[in-house]
């Protein structure tokens, strides 16, 4: 029997062949693709690419308005903090006499309160109605019009007119 197995050592069956045969042509052979299937291949390609990118564009805008609002709760909360120290001081009987001394010009009991004025200061009486009555200008074109066609007093020249010379007339 080991006689036997030598003879068909070099003997392959006829359904082995086959494979042997398509296996190869298989290996062989480049993946080809129609202009269809490249049209469908680019298709799919892009409906995966817009279902990735629209989600991805939701993300990234949510992440920027998670941002957004974790600003402003931080600046509420660094508000809330001042707010707190301010209620802090107002609870101090000192701080409330110091404000209302600054702010309301009160004074304690037996304080004499002085107010010193300022001698540069003039005393602007255009702001009062208790100044004298200047009747305002008119609108420009009112005021150019009146200087045009009103003539000149005789009792006012011009400083920058020379006077002229009287003449008299020749014999």
Do not use: C
């Not at 006829?14 to 080809?32: G, K, L, N």
Request: net charge negative; proline share 9%; glycine share 6%.
């Amino acid at each position: 029997m080991a006689k036997q197995k030598k003879s068909h050592k070099g003997i392959v069956p006829v359904s082995s062949r086959e494979r042997a045969t398509e296996t190869r042509s298989a290996t062989r052979a480049p993946f080809r693709l129609g202009s269809y299937g490249l049209i469908a291949l680019f298709a799919v390609v892009l409906l995966i690419l817009l279902m990735i990118a629209i989600p991805l564009r939701n993300y990234f805008q949510q992440r920027t308005e998670i941002a957004r609002v974790e600003a402003a709760i931080e600046a509420k909360q660094e508000q809330i903090n001042q707010l707190e120290t301010d209620l802090d001081r107002y609870r101090s009987q000192a701080y409330i006499r110091e404000q209302a001394r600054l702010r309301l010009g009160l004074i304690e009991p037996g304080e004499t309160a002085f107010r010193i004025l300022d001698p540069a200061l003039d005393n602007d009486q255009s702001l009062t109605s208790d100044g004298p009555g200047v009747e305002p200008p008119g609108p420009w074109y009112e005021t150019l019009w009146e200087s045009v066609t009103r003539p000149e007093p005789p009792g006012e020249q011009a400083a920058d007119a020379p006077e002229a010379p009287a003449q008299t007339p020749a014999p």
